[in-house]
């Protein structure tokens, strides 16, 4: 779910507005911030300190973390947009090639896509971009669950 901010920090590209999601884990990592296209969901953050390893690049994990709450954040959009109810989503896939370091400082974003949008589970891909360049390609299959609150 995305809601509107009312001061938007200046390095947030634009076209980003404040995303929230319901579990505490993501909203600790975050914030994050959504861009919904046409075709694509954008989530994304200024990667700070506690997300990087030891050599001030993304932790692998965080990668990970970053690639699953994106595609999953674009399955819900797409779902609505089509007009199915709001369900849970879960993951039971999620595929990650790591391709280069994102470093400290840099906007991280996943741009996601959902390649086939089912009753019960969604295909979805995208590419991770550190400052615009690639850093990691993700898929994933989210299961729909029951009705969500």
Avoid at 37 to 53: F, I, K, T, Y
Avoid at 72 to 86: D, F, L, N, Q, T
Avoid at 110 to 119: C, D, M, S
Wanted: glycine share 12%; proline share 5%.
């Amino acid at each position: 779910m995305a809601l509107t901010h009312p001061s938007i920090p200046d390095d947030v590209p634009e076209g980003f507005v404040l995303a929230t999601h319901g579990g505490a884990y993501a909203q600790e990592l975050g914030p994050f911030w959504s861009k919904r296209g046409e075709a694509e969901v954008s989530l994304g953050l200024r990667l700070q300190p506690r997300h990087c390893n030891s050599v001030g690049a993304a932790h692998g994990g965080f990668l990970a973390t970053l690639a699953d709450l994106g595609l999953i954040h674009a399955a819900a959009v797409m779902r609505e947009r089509a007009g199915w109810p709001r369900h849970q989503l879960t993951t039971v896939n999620l595929a990650l090639d790591y391709l280069a370091p994102a470093r400290e400082g840099c906007w991280l974003e996943i741009r996601a896509e959902v390649t086939r949008l089912g009753r019960n589970l969604c295909f979805t891909e995208g590419a991770l971009l550190a400052d615009g360049r690639r850093v990691a390609r993700a898929s994933g299959v989210m299961a729909v669950l029951g009705p969500r609150d």
